[in-house]
């Protein structure tokens, strides 16, 4: 059983920056990839950033790359999603996912955690 529990959604303006963290727990040790998916109102919930265990590979979404930055403590147990230069379009609901297989990927697994609402003003 995975337990993700995210931190550090808020309010801020145009173009500053915010930091979401995502604590990973487990029964059982995994060395899946960890990813970032969002959700905005009346939309689709949709894939922004993932990183494999070993933190040497990460894949973007278009509209963040540049601008977004996933990591990850292995001390801290816990996978890092640093926003910079934030739009209003980046207002939604962050969700962490604990994905299938070892590779990156923009698909989800079955484990998320409850989200993180970022709201960002004009």
């Known amino acids: 059983q995975v337990r993700l529990v995210e931190s550090g959604g808020g309010l801020v303006q145009v173009g500053e920056s915010l930091r979401l963290s995502c604590t990973v727990s487990s029964r059982t040790f995994r060395m899946n990839p960890t990813g970032w998916f969002r959700q905005a109102p009346g939309k689709e919930r949709e894939f922004v950033a993932c990183i494999n265990w070993h933190g040497t590979s990460t894949q973007y979404a278009d509209s963040v790359k540049g601008r977004f930055t996933i990591s990850r403590d292995y001390a801290k147990k816990t996978v890092y999603l640093q926003m910079n230069s934030l739009k209003p379009e980046d207002t939604g609901v962050y969700y962490c996912?604990?994905?299938?297989?070892?590779?990156?990927?923009?698909?989800?697994?079955?484990?998320w955690g409850q989200g993180t609402q970022v709201t960002i003003s004009s």
């Open positions: 996912n604990m994905a299938d297989g070892v590779a990156v990927t923009t698909t989800p697994g079955p484990s």
